[in-house]
């Protein structure tokens, strides 16, 4: 494992806040995986224990088989790590900005080059502009590279998406598997269930706990119970009138659709719940039976 | 107008929710009135005096004594000679000689002729005029005195000579303490502020996790406000020099050494304040306020600090700048060498060092 | 969601020098709507939200929002709407009542209504035994809620919402948008910007803004009968791609 984390503890406040609660979970080498889960789920925290930039109050963790407490300073050097915010220097250039962290990680651009150059072509028609006046998704991509220029073993990425749009965002998951695919050990954390899909194995956190980690596919296949997809021309009016049903057990919006499912043994109940929405007066009511996605899987493992 | 007191009522809960800033804006004028009223003053007290008695005879005691009886001397040592009253003076532990020459009570008496003479150490113009006069006061009473006793004119003529800044200019006072100021405040507010930055941006964060020691990043932003603080330096001494007739008597090299010495001492205290600072506010608030007032106060150029009530001298001591504003008067007005001054400067290059150690092991190495 | 125009926009401009920042802008949004304002970033979005707040003045065309210039009377549109975003909401060193007081009284309510609707608000959100503390102790999803409570505190005609559920776990994310409903059913209109794609399916209309260019308004079912796509994740792909200033 690149990485092992065991009944991690992090508390804030005098314990009063558990931002980290007795958390374990493993990353193998050269995995692409996902810490999934809102503000406040505790994801920062675990980096930055795992950076070693805060001790954590109780458990073990080692990255790339060096302890985070005693051997912090080794694994200093071994590992990338992109905070949120994306921390550049904005008075300094593209090419300055680059230059100055291979220097700080005691190597050069050339030497590792091979390993950003994808990423930075996009970038290099901008390198004399100053890295404050950059856009979102730029100052990510210049970022991504400051973390890679010293070929790092681990590779952490905190929100690397969050405040970019969706194709800057798509752009980034394409660099990031490009990026496994020569080795390198990525752990990234996002509050966008769409993007755990990307991942190879994922966590999903909330409240400083961990509630599944496993493969994308796995967990969907964990789902309980069957899903459902139900549309009609008035979704809004629809989600009330849905919601009064009795023999149903959840529902939520999903955009197009709503997701529902039915109390155990209603399952059958499809087509009566048609009839009682036409019944309310809605029209051109379609249901279907659909696999959950990510979302779906939070939102049963937070009840 | 409802609305306008809407907007009073909410910045009051964010005043009195802020203790740290509270404690600031309470804390402060009270310990400036404690000190500006009780404390510092210009008025003359327990100044050191030298008095060479080479003649010993009965004229010379009285007026001694009536000296020693008056509340604004102190006098330190009793009968000594031309070299001896000259290093007492070198070494700043004296502002005033009075020398009785031999023979005095006989010229005093049957020649009805004598002289005194008054030394001022004038590098503190101020404290020097008014000592003089004190001193000059109590022999014309003692005149006055002979006078009505002998019914004769008796003159004693006082010769007083200031020494260091003959023509009593007030510069020599104030510029070696802005030199402090300057120094002290660039270096301390611009280091504390630069490195106290890095964590807001949160480039901090990318520096600790790497193999570079961070300690030596921040050492690298001290290095321009280094260069920059000797800039300055020059300009000043420059300007007082040219333009306010400031002397220069002594080694331009030593006092540039010295300086150097402060300004390290300066970018050690920004990198302590930093290190316990998250904000660029209360970096610069903790710059201003630690190093404003206790420089004004207690280098000594507003205030002499022999005039302060002991406590407050003691503390004086702990401030560098007092160190280096003795150093700066002694080289730049009364000329002198590393000799003279070697254990301020051994106590302020001591200063720099434990300052310079403790900011270095007090660095974090994480975030909290 | 009714005929009346709340925002009636044409060909409004916002130049920075040479560079043009939103160009010539020209559309109605309805009461009781909720208009989804889509695109990247540095598209030229909060640009236009800032005109159309009254936050400042275009450098061409005209507007009127709530049925007031935007030129001339930009103090009576702040009157007349509410303001939410991911970055500002609320002061986190006063407590939730002290909050809910402040802004009410800012947009001139009487004590007494104030009073009695803050009660209503902090019983509808659940946070009653909330009312006393600090903003800042309440975890985000509580802290967006009712930061939407109060931009719409004040009944304003329309309600601006900068991306104001970022970061929020999905299930608190959908209760946010109960209350955007909710809102837009007794007539607010809802002026709303977000990253999530699902959340653009449940405006009434979306707009997709592309280098400073309004390129697409129009229902979301409408949208991907006409880019041929099963979902608006797809249209915003689609429109978005070809966009010269994603890369500046």
């Known amino acids: 494992m690149d990485v092992a984390i065991h009944n991690l503890v992090k508390t804030y406040n005098k314990g009063e806040v558990n931002a980290v609660d007795n958390v374990s979970l493993g990353v193998a080498k050269a995995e692409l995986f996902g810490l999934i889960g809102p503000d406040g789920a505790g994801k920062t925290s675990i980096f930055r224990i795992l950076t070693t930039l805060l001790l954590p109050d109780g458990g073990t963790a080692t990255v790339n088989g060096k302890d985070v407490v005693k051997d912090y300073k080794l694994i200093r050097r071994e590992v990338g790590y992109m905070p949120g915010r994306f921390s550049l220097y904005q008075d300094l250039t593209v090419e300055e900005n680059l230059g100055f962290f291979a220097n700080l990680f005691g190597t050069t651009i050339q030497k590792n080059y091979d390993l950003i150059k994808d990423i930075y072509v996009q970038i290099e028609p901008f390198k004399t502009r100053r890295a404050g006046k950059l856009s979102g998704g730029m100052k990510q991509k210049l970022a991504l590279c400051c973390a890679l220029i010293h070929r790092p073993v681990v590779l952490f990425l905190d929100e690397p998406t969050t405040g970019v749009d969706t194709v800057s965002r798509k752009e980034f998951w394409e660099m990031l598997k490009r990026l496994k695919a020569q080795g390198i050990t990525i752990l990234v954390s996002t509050p966008y269930m769409d993007e755990a899909n990307l991942c190879e194995r994922i966590a999903l956190m909330q409240n400083g706990k961990i509630m599944s980690v496993d493969t994308p596919p796995k967990i969907i296949q964990k789902f309980p119970t069957a899903l459902y997809a139900i549309k009609a021309s008035a979704m809004g009016r629809l989600l009330v009138d849905l919601r009064q049903v009795d023999f149903l057990a959840s529902c939520y919006a999903f955009g197009e659709y709503h997701h529902i499912t039915f109390k155990p043994g209603k399952e059958g109940e499809q087509q009566t719940l048609v009839q009682l929405m036409n019944a309310k007066g809605h029209d051109d009511v379609e249901i279907k039976r659909i696999e959950p996605t990510i979302e779906d899987c939070f939102i049963k493992l937070m009840n | ?368 | 969601m009714s005929d009346e125009v709340v925002i009636k926009t044409e060909k409004l401009t916002k130049k920075f020098g040479d560079f043009v920042a939103a160009n010539e802008l020209t559309f109605e949004v309805h009461r009781g709507e909720i208009f989804g304002f889509l695109g990247a970033n540095g598209a030229g979005k909060t640009t236009a939200m800032r005109m159309l707040c009254g936050l400042s003045i275009p450098s061409s065309g005209s507007a009127k929002i709530a049925g007031f210039d935007v030129y001339k009377q930009r103090d009576q549109i702040k009157k007349n709407i509410g303001y939410m975003s991911q970055k500002f909401s609320l002061y986190e060193d006063l407590t939730v009542l002290e909050n809910i007081s402040f802004f009410g009284g800012i947009y001139g309510l009487p004590d007494k209504r104030v009073r009695e609707q803050a009660r209503t608000l902090i019983n509808e959100l659940g946070l009653g035994k909330e009312a006393d503390k600090l903003v800042g102790s309440l975890p985000l999803g509580w802290k967006q809620k009712l930061a939407f409570s109060v931009a719409i505190f004040h009944g304003p005609k329309i309600v601006f919402l900068d991306e104001p559920t970022g970061g929020v776990d999905p299930v608190t994310r959908r209760q946010f948008w109960d209350m955007i409903y909710d809102a837009a059913s007794t007539g607010i209109t809802v002026f709303v910007t977000t990253h999530y794609m699902d959340e653009a399916e449940y405006c009434n209309r979306i707009s997709m803004m592309v280098d400073g260019v309004m390129k697409a308004l129009d229902t979301p079912a409408n949208l991907k009968k006409q880019y041929k796509a099963q979902s608006m994740d797809e249209v915003f792909f689609e429109l978005a791609r070809g966009a010269k200033r994603k890369a500046d």
């Open chain 2, 1 to 368: 107008m409802k609305q306008f007191l809407l907007f009073v009522r909410k910045e009051f809960y964010h005043v009195f929710r802020d203790r740290k800033t509270l404690l600031l804006l309470f804390g402060m004028p009270i310990a400036q009135i404690l000190l500006f009223g009780f404390a510092l003053t210009n008025e003359i007290k327990n100044s050191k005096v030298v008095i060479s008695d080479q003649a010993r005879d009965e004229a010379s005691q009285q007026i001694i004594g009536r000296i020693e009886a008056s509340r604004s001397f102190d006098i330190e040592r009793v009968a000594m000679n031309q070299a001896a009253v000259e290093s007492a003076f070198k070494s700043g532990k004296i502002k005033l000689a009075i020398i009785f020459p031999a023979n005095f009570n006989e010229d005093l008496m049957h020649h009805h002729n004598a002289k005194i003479q008054i030394i001022a150490d004038a590098s503190d113009p101020n404290t020097a005029s008014t000592l003089t006069s004190y001193a000059s006061a109590i022999i014309m009473d003692y005149q006055k005195d002979l006078l009505k006793t002998y019914s004769l004119a008796m003159n004693i003529h006082t010769d007083v000579r200031m020494i260091y800044n003959p023509e009593l200019k007030g510069t020599t006072n104030f510029v070696p303490g802005v030199m402090a100021l300057v120094l002290l405040l660039v270096c301390v507010l611009m280091t504390s502020v630069s490195i106290v930055r890095e964590k807001e941006t949160g480039t901090m964060e990318i520096l600790l996790v790497s193999p570079f020691n961070p300690v030596l990043v921040v050492v690298a932003k001290a290095v321009p406000y280094f260069f920059l603080s000797l800039i300055n330096l020059t300009v000043i001494i420059i300007l007082s020099v040219t333009i306010m007739e400031m002397p220069l008597n002594g080694s331009v090299v030593l006092l540039y050494f010295e300086s150097s010495l402060l300004i390290l001492t300066a970018l050690s205290l920004g990198l302590l304040i930093s290190n316990n600072t998250d904000s660029q506010q209360t970096a610069m608030l903790i710059s201003l306020m630690a190093m404003l007032l206790p420089t004004m106060i207690f280098t000594g150029f507003m205030f002499p600090v022999e005039n302060m009530p002991k406590p407050l001298q003691i503390i004086s001591n702990v401030v560098p700048s007092k160190w280096y504003y003795i150093i700066v008067k002694s080289i730049m007005i009364k000329g002198l060498g590393l000799r003279a001054i070697w254990k301020e400067t051994v106590i302020l290059g001591g200063m720099a060092l434990v300052l310079l150690l403790i900011s270095f092991k007090t660095f974090k190495t994480r975030l909290q």
